[in-house]
């Protein structure tokens, strides 16, 4: 991976802050699964110890469906979903890249992923991002 910063981010009503170290340049991933594409993340995935929730844990609300494997995380004031454990990398978070704080990216590139045909392309995402 190369160089990493530290970018913060949060949800819309600032309940929920963290940081998470990820280069400036970040590839990002966008999912056409249903609540992806309902929320509108962009996907960056990394390992837990380049995530630290910094305040809001008592704000979280968790919501899973399907498999229950995803623990997605709602702010219980504005409702925003800024990050949460994904099926596809238990050992991580999925950050969302729009509730990052402006400043620190320099660029994002964004790839598709089917994940309305998880089960099928997953180990392909999982290779791309080397987990």
């Not at 009503?13 to 963290?18: H, K, L």
Request: glycine residues 8%; aromatic residues 10%; neutral net charge.
């Amino acid at each position: 991976m190369s160089d990493t910063i530290t970018h913060h981010g949060g949800c819309h009503c600032g309940a929920v802050r963290y940081e998470v170290d990820a280069p400036a340049d970040l590839e990002v991933t966008e999912c056409n699964c249903s609540i992806c594409s309902k929320s509108g993340s962009l996907h960056l995935i990394v390992n837990s110890d380049r995530f630290r929730l910094l305040k809001g844990e008592d704000n979280l609300i968790t919501y899973t469906f399907d498999t229950h494997e995803a623990k997605h995380y709602f702010c219980k004031n504005c409702g925003i979903k800024s990050f949460y454990i994904p099926r596809s990398h238990p050992e991580g978070f999925s950050v969302n890249a729009r509730c990052l704080d402006e400043g620190t990216v320099q660029s994002m590139t964004i790839s598709q992923f089917d994940g309305k045909n998880w089960e099928k392309n997953i180990e392909a995402l999982r290779k791309k991002r080397g987990f």
